[in-house]
């Protein structure tokens, strides 16, 4: 018993020895939501992936998604999700599918996301894109998503951009701001399935976010009404793209209450030490 419980105490040391993400390393500027209490869920890679998010294929094609930690200065790394490649189909996404389900609630789902892209190679004529997503249904993968893109198809568009749309296809509208390998993005997407309306914007990381009026993208859905389905994250279709998510949060009615931002009390390493010596004195006591 006595064995058992010394073991024990050790591997939470280890367990805990993990380090969640400061705002800090997110830049200057936040988003409006951080430090409020929101029903949401947020990630920032740094626990791993969970069982939640879910690999979606239309055509049961590989997950170009991993794991990664990038040596950029950050005091550990910075933990981010990373896409690599492509899938070679459209529409595909990995989703946020826990069991409380948010899917089908009316009103808005929202999605933030903090979002670089790094290399995009062997492209040919094709556009190239990653991005957010809401009301994804899991039968067919499709939703409304809002891409990061570099577009190839169309030679008076080739240029790198955001774009609004329902897959690669469906073009739904596009931001005034191009963006820049390497440098970090915000990207807000919302559907309001009350109005049907789809709203986006995307803005360079540690500058103020802007307005709806001015970068914003306000329109009513393609022809699709009633949308319902999950929020995640867009997975590329054709030539080669690595872009990395080092931050997720989704807003929607029927998920649980949170702190944007506060990503959990885990002691710093100093004071872990001393939990675990404070554990082997009680053992000790014993
Ligand atoms: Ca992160």
Do not use: C
């Amino acid at each position: 018993m006595f064995k058992y419980t010394m073991v024990m105490v050790l591997a939470l040391s280890v367990t805990l020895a993990g380090r969640a993400e400061s705002t800090k390393d997110f830049g200057d500027h936040l988003p409006y939501e951080f430090g409020e209490t929101v029903h949401g869920f947020q990630d920032d890679f740094s626990g791993g992936l969970s069982g939640d998010w879910q690999w979606v294929s239309q055509s049961g094609r590989a997950n170009p998604f991993s794991m990664a930690t990038l040596a950029d200065g950050t005091p550990e790394g910075r933990s981010v999700l990373q896409h690599t490649g492509s899938v070679g189909i459209d529409n595909n996404h990995l989703l946020y599918m826990p069991s409380v389900d948010y899917s089908s609630t009316t009103g808005a789902q929202e999605v933030l996301m903090r979002l670089q892209v790094t290399s995009l190679t062997g492209y040919g004529s094709n556009n190239v894109y990653g991005g957010a997503a809401v009301a994804v249904n899991p039968d067919t993968s499709a939703g409304v998503d809002l891409h990061i893109i570099k577009f190839l198809a169309n030679p008076n568009t080739s240029a790198q951009r955001f774009r609004v749309g329902i897959g690669s296809n469906l073009d739904g509208g596009r931001l005034e701001s191009q963006w820049t390998l390497g440098s970090w993005y915000w990207l807000r997407l919302i559907y309001d399935a009350d109005t049907d309306k789809v709203y986006a914007k995307a803005w360079l990381s540690g500058t103020e976010e802007p307005g709806w009026d001015r970068d914003g993208v306000v329109y009513t859905s393609l022809g699709y009404t009633g949308m319902t389905g999950w929020a995640g994250i867009s997975a590329n279709s054709s030539g080669n793209i690595t872009f990395n998510v080092d931050y997720f949060l989704v807003k929607a009615e029927g998920l649980p209450d949170i702190t944007v931002g506060d990503f959990g009390s885990i002691p710093e390493p100093a004071t872990m030490s001393l939990l675990a010596l404070g554990g082997l004195a009680l053992l000790r006591r014993r």
